[in-house]
């Protein structure tokens, strides 16, 4: 997994960077590109396109989300050190809402402020913020940033209606938020949430990304210039820019420009036979990066699409104890799913794919969507070793119309261990 080398050249293109922070200190100047990159799945990535812009002389800033699963991994903050090793700006990627409309807590700022507090502790400076497009902002009406005071403005119904949850309004499309004219938001339980209540200040921060000054912002949202045109085709020599750059999407993929590639390079324990079988034991998650939508003939006339996998999860490394190996290993967890236009059978797929060939050879039913929303708990054994691996849906006879959306889910990829010498093998659910 290394970054691909078109980003090497639109690193060419775009010249001399700053972090956002220095953008914003240097307010008088006429003529600066600060390039900015929100971190949603995967700080391995951050950092490996964080090395290449400090060989190439180019200073960014890394806006970290607080509510990602990689916050919660042993070295996470070492790694955010590490990017101001490089000379980089560790920023907040602020989801605080999130969580709180869906019931995860009733204290969104003082869990915001104690992981602040944790970085900080360690070193870890942080005095910027830029709102995290959280899907939960469509389904709830909100911008993060709504949250603090310093922002609000004389009349946010005017001049903060219609906008991403980015908070932009260039290219928003349907994609937009509408403003709520009480100016709170609600939860199912009645909770409510006042916005432009929280002092910026008050969690030692001193800007919001996108409300900074700019004549240009470029942004790669969804994995494509859609919000914005490409900077590639335009000259950011001359007034001040931000640039947006999601590091998910700049991966070299050897063989498959179209399905994000999983590396899984096993390494088993060995032992002695007569312990008891344990649990299946996560090995790696894949949940960071699922999330996309699949369209009926979005592919031509296919009756297939498929969607990309987060590229940056690797297994962990068994570790042998108890003589304990891996039996088999297994895709495991649940999918959120939104089904329109359904008349018949819609079917998900786990294709598996020879990383050296790039030849499929193994697919693995997880389930038949029913129409409407609904989760669907996957279990399925698969083939380990290094492969890709890439979802797909099969839409069979089903109209134009027919869309699959995936949100965030917890599938992963495990293994099932149990005493050495008694290794099951992997059969694949039905083709």
Request: hydrophobic fraction near 35%; aromatic fraction near 8%; charge should be negative.
């Amino acid at each position: 997994m290394t970054i691909r080398q078109n980003y090497l050249e639109l690193l060419e293109h775009l010249g001399p960077t700053v972090t956002v922070g220095e953008f914003k200190s240097r307010s008088s100047d006429p003529d600066l590109v600060a390039l900015r990159h929100d971190v949603d799945h995967d700080m391995d990535l951050a950092l490996a396109m964080a090395h290449h812009e400090h060989d190439m002389g180019r200073s960014a800033t890394y806006f970290i989300l607080h509510t990602a699963p990689y916050v919660q991994e042993e070295h996470f903050i070492e790694k955010c050190l590490q990017l101001q090793e490089y000379g980089h700006e560790v920023g907040l990627h602020l989801n605080a809402l999130t969580p709180w409309c869906a019931g995860e807590t009733d204290d969104p700022i003082g869990d915001l402020e104690a992981w602040l507090d944790r970085l900080r502790d360690a070193g870890v400076d942080i005095v910027g913020s830029a709102a995290h497009g959280d899907r939960a902002c469509y389904e709830h009406g909100f911008i993060n940033y709504w949250i603090w005071s310093e922002l609000r403005g004389g009349d946010p119904a005017a001049s903060e209606d219609g906008l991403t949850a980015e908070g932009v309004a260039m290219g928003a499309g349907d994609r937009s938020v509408s403003y709520p004219l009480s100016h709170v938001i609600s939860r199912q339980d009645g909770a409510t949430f006042p916005l432009w209540s929280v002092p910026m200040e008050s969690l030692g921060l001193s800007y919001e990304a996108c409300r900074l000054q700019f004549d240009g912002y470029w942004s790669d949202s969804g994995g494509s210039w859609k919000r914005s045109p490409d900077p590639m085709g335009h000259d950011l020599s001359t007034g001040r820019h931000q640039v947006l750059i999601h590091p998910i999407w700049w991966i070299t993929l050897p063989r498959y420009e179209s399905i994000m590639q999983l590396e899984a390079s096993l390494e088993s324990g060995a032992g002695a036979a007569g312990t008891r079988p344990r649990s299946p034991n996560v090995a790696v998650g894949i949940y960071k990066g699922i999330k996309g939508r699949f369209q009926r003939g979005a592919e031509g006339s296919l009756a297939t699409s498929h969607v990309m996998l987060d590229p940056c999860a690797t297994w962990n490394k068994a570790k042998p104890s108890e003589g304990m190996v891996a039996d088999a290993d297994w895709c495991r967890g649940s999918l959120t799913c939104d089904l329109q236009g359904s008349v018949g059978p819609v079917r998900l797929f786990l294709l598996a794919y020879d990383k050296a060939t790039g030849k499929q050879i193994q697919k693995y039913q997880l389930g038949v969507l029913k129409p409407g929303h609904g989760v669907l708990d996957v279990d399925v054994p698969v083939q380990s070793g290094s492969l890709v691996y890439a979802l797909a849906v099969h839409f069979g006879e089903q109209p134009d119309t027919c869309m699959v959306e995936l949100s965030e889910s917890s599938l992963e990829l495990c293994q099932r261990f149990g005493p050495a010498g008694n290794r099951l093998s992997s059969q694949p659910a039905h083709h």
